[in-house]
Protein backbone atom coordinates (compact mmCIF):
# COMPACT_ATOMS: atom_id res chain seq x y z
CA UNK A 1 0.00 0.00 0.00
CA UNK A 2 2.75 2.64 -0.96
CA UNK A 3 0.98 6.30 -2.13
CA UNK A 4 2.78 8.88 -4.35
CA UNK A 5 6.58 8.95 -2.84
CA UNK A 6 5.32 12.73 -1.91
CA UNK A 7 2.45 11.77 0.28
CA UNK A 8 4.27 9.47 2.74
CA UNK A 9 1.89 7.17 5.06
CA UNK A 10 -0.96 7.28 2.65
CA UNK A 11 -2.17 4.37 1.04
CA UNK A 12 -2.52 4.51 -2.75
CA UNK A 13 -4.84 5.61 -4.97
CA UNK A 14 -6.73 1.77 -5.59
CA UNK A 15 -6.34 0.33 -1.95
CA UNK A 16 -8.14 3.88 -0.88
CA UNK A 17 -10.88 3.37 -3.34
CA UNK A 18 -11.25 0.01 -2.88
CA UNK A 19 -11.82 0.46 1.38
CA UNK A 20 -14.81 2.91 0.14
CA UNK A 21 -15.95 -0.06 -2.66
CA UNK A 22 -16.07 -2.55 0.61
CA UNK A 23 -18.21 0.22 2.54
CA UNK A 24 -20.86 0.74 -0.44
CA UNK A 25 -21.54 -3.29 -0.79
CA UNK A 26 -21.65 -3.63 2.83
CA UNK A 27 -23.25 -0.74 4.33
CA UNK A 28 -25.58 -0.04 0.92
CA UNK A 29 -27.62 3.01 2.62
CA UNK A 30 -24.13 4.95 4.00
CA UNK A 31 -24.53 8.77 3.08
CA UNK A 32 -28.34 7.99 1.26
CA UNK A 33 -31.35 9.83 2.27
CA UNK A 34 -32.08 13.62 2.36
CA UNK A 35 -29.06 16.24 1.47
CA UNK A 36 -26.37 17.22 3.34
CA UNK A 37 -26.31 20.21 6.07
CA UNK A 38 -23.85 21.40 3.44
CA UNK A 39 -25.67 21.14 0.35
CA UNK A 40 -28.72 23.19 1.97
CA UNK A 41 -26.13 25.85 3.32
CA UNK A 42 -25.02 26.14 -0.36
CA UNK A 43 -27.86 26.35 -2.04
CA UNK A 44 -28.75 30.11 -1.45
CA UNK A 45 -24.99 30.96 -1.85
CA UNK A 46 -25.12 29.08 -5.37
CA UNK A 47 -29.17 30.87 -6.04
CA UNK A 48 -27.19 34.62 -5.51
CA UNK A 49 -23.99 34.33 -6.85
CA UNK A 50 -23.82 31.60 -9.78
CA UNK A 51 -27.70 30.80 -10.30
CA UNK A 52 -27.04 28.04 -12.72
CA UNK A 53 -25.40 26.53 -15.06
CA UNK A 54 -22.61 23.24 -15.39
CA UNK A 55 -22.00 21.47 -11.85
CA UNK A 56 -19.42 19.13 -11.11
CA UNK A 57 -19.49 17.12 -7.83
CA UNK A 58 -16.36 15.50 -6.57
CA UNK A 59 -16.82 12.43 -4.18
CA UNK A 60 -20.69 12.61 -4.43
CA UNK A 61 -21.39 9.32 -2.88
CA UNK A 62 -24.92 7.86 -4.60
CA UNK A 63 -25.75 11.30 -5.13
CA UNK A 64 -28.06 12.78 -2.18
CA UNK A 65 -26.89 15.95 -2.80
CA UNK A 66 -26.13 15.92 -6.49
CA UNK A 67 -30.29 14.92 -7.00
CA UNK A 68 -30.77 18.18 -4.89
CA UNK A 69 -28.71 20.38 -7.63
CA UNK A 70 -30.54 19.29 -9.75
CA UNK A 71 -33.94 19.92 -9.27
CA UNK A 72 -32.24 23.79 -8.50
CA UNK A 73 -31.91 23.35 -11.77
CA UNK A 74 -28.13 22.92 -12.44
CA UNK A 75 -26.75 20.80 -15.42
CA UNK A 76 -24.93 18.34 -12.76
CA UNK A 77 -22.36 15.82 -13.56
CA UNK A 78 -21.48 13.96 -10.37
CA UNK A 79 -18.58 11.82 -9.84
CA UNK A 80 -17.05 9.11 -7.21
CA UNK A 81 -14.39 6.95 -7.44
CA UNK A 82 -16.52 4.16 -5.96
CA UNK A 83 -17.98 2.34 -8.68
CA UNK A 84 -20.79 1.02 -5.76
CA UNK A 85 -21.77 4.02 -4.82
CA UNK A 86 -22.04 4.94 -8.50
CA UNK A 87 -24.14 2.13 -9.84
CA UNK A 88 -26.64 2.69 -6.87
CA UNK A 89 -27.13 5.54 -8.48
CA UNK A 90 -27.38 5.46 -12.14
CA UNK A 91 -30.07 2.67 -10.70
CA UNK A 92 -32.55 5.12 -9.67
CA UNK A 93 -35.01 5.48 -12.54
CA UNK A 94 -36.18 9.02 -11.10
CA UNK A 95 -32.72 10.44 -12.70
CA UNK A 96 -33.47 13.29 -14.53
CA UNK A 97 -31.83 14.13 -17.79
CA UNK A 98 -29.87 17.39 -16.07
CA UNK A 99 -27.75 14.79 -14.02
CA UNK A 100 -25.14 12.25 -14.82
CA UNK A 101 -23.33 9.76 -12.69
CA UNK A 102 -19.58 8.75 -13.58
CA UNK A 103 -17.14 6.46 -11.41
CA UNK A 104 -13.65 8.21 -12.06
CA UNK A 105 -11.56 9.80 -9.48
CA UNK A 106 -11.42 13.43 -8.06
CA UNK A 107 -8.24 14.42 -9.88
CA UNK A 108 -9.31 12.46 -12.97
CA UNK A 109 -12.82 13.66 -13.30
CA UNK A 110 -11.77 17.95 -12.92
CA UNK A 111 -8.77 17.54 -15.24
CA UNK A 112 -11.40 15.86 -17.66
CA UNK A 113 -13.37 19.38 -18.03
CA UNK A 114 -12.09 21.86 -20.44
CA UNK A 115 -10.56 25.35 -19.53
CA UNK A 116 -13.38 27.78 -18.33
CA UNK A 117 -16.14 25.17 -19.13
CA UNK A 118 -17.29 25.15 -15.16
CA UNK A 119 -20.17 27.28 -13.32
CA UNK A 120 -19.39 25.63 -9.92
CA UNK A 121 -17.14 22.74 -8.44
CA UNK A 122 -18.53 20.93 -5.43
CA UNK A 123 -16.91 18.95 -2.66
CA UNK A 124 -18.89 17.95 0.59
CA UNK A 125 -16.59 15.68 3.00
CA UNK A 126 -13.92 14.85 1.03
CA UNK A 127 -11.15 17.25 0.96
CA UNK A 128 -9.77 15.55 4.32
CA UNK A 129 -9.23 12.01 2.45
CA UNK A 130 -7.10 13.25 -0.02
CA UNK A 131 -3.35 13.07 0.19
CA UNK A 132 -1.09 16.44 -0.57
CA UNK A 133 -0.47 15.92 -4.15
CA UNK A 134 -4.04 15.09 -5.05
CA UNK A 135 -5.93 17.85 -2.90
CA UNK A 136 -3.01 20.41 -5.14
CA UNK A 137 -4.26 18.60 -8.10
CA UNK A 138 -7.74 19.35 -7.48
CA UNK A 139 -7.03 22.59 -6.69
CA UNK A 140 -5.56 23.42 -9.53
CA UNK A 141 -7.34 21.48 -11.92
CA UNK A 142 -10.64 23.37 -10.32
CA UNK A 143 -9.00 27.13 -11.11
CA UNK A 144 -8.29 26.02 -14.22
CA UNK A 145 -11.62 24.34 -15.14
CA UNK A 146 -14.03 27.20 -13.50
CA UNK A 147 -14.90 30.31 -15.53
CA UNK A 148 -14.25 33.98 -13.86
CA UNK A 149 -16.85 34.18 -11.24
CA UNK A 150 -17.44 30.16 -10.92
CA UNK A 151 -17.46 28.85 -7.49
CA UNK A 152 -15.63 26.16 -5.53
CA UNK A 153 -17.94 24.89 -2.63
CA UNK A 154 -16.38 22.84 -0.35
CA UNK A 155 -17.11 21.36 3.41
CA UNK A 156 -14.69 20.11 5.64
CA UNK A 157 -14.33 18.81 8.68
CA UNK A 158 -12.43 20.59 11.59
CA UNK A 159 -9.69 20.61 13.59
CA UNK A 160 -12.13 20.88 16.92
CA UNK A 161 -13.56 17.81 16.46
CA UNK A 162 -12.75 15.86 19.23
CA UNK A 163 -11.78 12.96 16.84
CA UNK A 164 -9.11 14.90 15.51
CA UNK A 165 -7.21 13.87 18.82
CA UNK A 166 -7.11 10.09 18.53
CA UNK A 167 -4.22 7.86 16.71
CA UNK A 168 -1.20 9.20 15.62
CA UNK A 169 -0.27 12.58 13.97
CA UNK A 170 1.49 11.06 10.86
CA UNK A 171 1.81 14.89 9.17
CA UNK A 172 0.50 18.07 10.83
CA UNK A 173 -3.70 17.73 11.06
CA UNK A 174 -3.44 14.63 9.93
CA UNK A 175 -4.26 11.25 12.06
CA UNK A 176 -4.40 7.90 11.17
CA UNK A 177 -5.98 5.61 13.89
CA UNK A 178 -5.41 2.35 14.56
CA UNK A 179 -8.43 1.87 16.03
CA UNK A 180 -10.82 3.54 13.52
CA UNK A 181 -14.36 3.41 14.43
CA UNK A 182 -17.14 0.84 13.02
CA UNK A 183 -17.97 1.75 9.86
CA UNK A 184 -15.24 3.01 8.92
CA UNK A 185 -13.33 2.07 5.84
CA UNK A 186 -9.66 1.54 6.19
CA UNK A 187 -6.81 3.15 8.51
CA UNK A 188 -6.24 5.54 5.93
CA UNK A 189 -5.28 8.93 7.44
CA UNK A 190 -7.64 11.60 7.82
CA UNK A 191 -6.69 15.33 7.19
CA UNK A 192 -8.03 18.03 9.97
CA UNK A 193 -8.67 21.87 8.88
CA UNK A 194 -8.13 25.22 10.41
CA UNK A 195 -8.89 28.59 9.09
CA UNK A 196 -4.90 28.98 8.11
CA UNK A 197 -5.02 25.95 6.04
CA UNK A 198 -8.62 26.78 4.15
CA UNK A 199 -7.26 30.11 3.91
CA UNK A 200 -4.17 28.17 2.32
CA UNK A 201 -6.16 26.33 -0.16
CA UNK A 202 -8.26 30.17 -0.94
CA UNK A 203 -4.50 31.28 -2.01
CA UNK A 204 -4.50 28.77 -5.30
CA UNK A 205 -6.02 31.83 -6.77
CA UNK A 206 -9.15 32.30 -5.30
CA UNK A 207 -10.82 34.73 -3.48
CA UNK A 208 -13.27 34.23 -0.39
CA UNK A 209 -17.10 34.71 -1.21
CA UNK A 210 -18.16 32.83 2.20
CA UNK A 211 -17.43 30.95 4.85
CA UNK A 212 -19.28 29.46 7.64
CA UNK A 213 -18.06 27.22 10.71
CA UNK A 214 -20.34 24.91 12.11
CA UNK A 215 -19.51 24.08 15.89
CA UNK A 216 -22.36 21.36 15.86
CA UNK A 217 -20.97 19.59 13.14
CA UNK A 218 -17.36 20.49 13.20
CA UNK A 219 -17.30 21.70 9.93
CA UNK A 220 -15.90 24.40 7.47
CA UNK A 221 -18.42 25.39 4.55
CA UNK A 222 -16.82 27.88 2.22
CA UNK A 223 -17.45 28.99 -0.87
CA UNK A 224 -14.31 30.82 -2.80
CA UNK A 225 -14.91 32.61 -6.07
CA UNK A 226 -12.64 32.28 -8.92
CA UNK A 227 -11.93 35.65 -10.16
C1 LIG B 1 -17.72 11.08 3.39
S1 LIG B 1 -18.25 10.51 1.81
C2 LIG B 1 -19.27 11.88 1.29
C3 LIG B 1 -20.19 11.53 0.13
C4 LIG B 1 -21.03 12.70 -0.39
N1 LIG B 1 -20.23 13.87 -0.68
C5 LIG B 1 -22.13 13.04 0.59
O1 LIG B 1 -21.98 14.00 1.35
O2 LIG B 1 -23.13 12.32 0.60
C6 LIG B 1 -16.77 10.73 0.84
C7 LIG B 1 -16.91 10.19 -0.58
O3 LIG B 1 -15.72 10.54 -1.28
C8 LIG B 1 -15.36 9.46 -2.12
N2 LIG B 1 -13.92 9.61 -2.37
C9 LIG B 1 -12.90 9.56 -1.47
N3 LIG B 1 -11.72 9.79 -2.09
C10 LIG B 1 -12.00 10.01 -3.40
C11 LIG B 1 -11.23 10.33 -4.54
N4 LIG B 1 -9.89 10.43 -4.47
N5 LIG B 1 -11.85 10.51 -5.73
C12 LIG B 1 -13.21 10.38 -5.81
N6 LIG B 1 -14.01 10.07 -4.77
C13 LIG B 1 -13.41 9.90 -3.57
C14 LIG B 1 -15.76 8.21 -1.36
O4 LIG B 1 -15.95 7.11 -2.22
C15 LIG B 1 -17.05 8.68 -0.70
O5 LIG B 1 -18.17 8.39 -1.50
Known amino acids: MSGDP ?3 GWPDLEARRAGFERMYRTQPERFGG ?3 RFCEWAL ?3 SELVPSGRLLELGSGPG ?3 RRLARAGYEVRATDYARAAIERAQADP ?3 PNLRFEAVD ?3 AVRGEDDSSLDVVYAHALYMMLPDSELSAVLRETHRALRPGGLHL ?3 RSVTDPQASL ?3 VAPDVRRRTDPPAGAVIAAPYRYFRPETIDRLTAQGFERARTDFRSDLHFWFIADRRP
Do not use: N
Open 167 to 169: GEE
Open 64 to 66: RDA
Open 44 to 46: PVL
Open 154 to 156: FGV
Open 106 to 108: AVA
Open 94 to 96: ATP
Open 6 to 8: GDP
Open 34 to 36: PAS
